[in-house]
């Protein structure tokens, strides 16, 4: 099955304790990207990858890092947690960039204590 | 940058009616316009979209009307069902990247 993963589901925090969520697509998608969903806010991309180690920021990048070793994973690194960065997070994937349909991940729930 | 802005922020219909949520953009460089739906506990999902070249598009009960003019766009969903319920994302896309709008919470009354 065509499908982006996401780990973990749920994840309960600290402030300053350094946190990865990891993301899998499996359909040999170039462009991968990481999301934020804050209520009255909407969708805001925080990092996107073109491909294999190309990545760039997005509109809300701050405390935030990745990596692209390969084509299929996109990890979110937080180094140093902060309650700011409370968050609903997306993971998708698309063909040939944003111009595309983006499938995305089921989602990630982090909160920072 | 784009800014996007996504009318109403809840819309409640009865079963059967049509649900109409209208977007404007700001930057007439954007070319491609996706609607995203999100359900409850899932990521959203691409459910149509246009590209600036074309002025309506079709699929079954969901329609999408796009005016580059007036730089607007809409989603017309029609004989609404119970599985219609659920936050719908417009977006524009443009050099700088894809930008969402806030979302509109389509509530389908029994």
């Known amino acids: 099955e065509a499908q982006v993963t996401q780990n973990p589901r749920y994840l309960i925090t600290v402030t300053g304790k350094k946190l990865t969520v990891t993301c899998s697509q499996n359909?040999?998608?170039?462009?991968m990207s990481w999301y934020r969903q804050d209520p009255g806010l909407g969708l805001r991309q925080i990092y996107y990858?073109?491909?294999?180690?190309?990545?760039d920021k997005g509109d809300v990048p701050e405390g935030y890092k990745v990596s692209r070793k390969e084509k299929r994973n996109f990890p979110l690194i937080l180094e140093s947690p902060s309650p700011n960065q409370t968050s609903l997070y997306f993971c998708?994937?698309?063909?040939?960039?944003?111009?595309?349909?983006?499938?995305f991940g089921p989602g990630t729930r982090l909160t920072v204590l | 940058g784009e800014n996007v802005e996504q009318h109403p922020s809840t819309l409640s219909v009865q079963e059967g009616d049509s649900a109409v949520i209208k977007c404007t953009y700001s930057d007439s460089a954007s070319n491609y316009f996706p609607w995203y739906k999100q359900e409850l506990g899932k990521g959203p999902q691409l459910i149509i979209d246009i590209r600036s070249n074309v002025g309506e598009k079709k699929d079954q009960r969901i329609a999408v009307t796009l005016n580059k003019t007036a730089k607007h766009f809409s989603l017309h969903i029609t004989e609404t069902q119970p599985e219609d319920s659920a936050v719908y994302f417009c977006?524009?896309?443009?050099?700088?990247?894809?930008?969402f709008g806030k979302g509109t919470h389509l509530i389908i009354q029994p």
């Open positions: 990858s073109m491909n294999v180690e190309v990545t």
């Open positions: 998708a994937s698309s063909f040939g960039g944003l111009r595309n349909e983006q499938f």
């Open positions: 977006a524009a896309t443009n050099a700088d990247g894809l930008t």
């Open positions: 359909m040999n998608h170039e462009y």
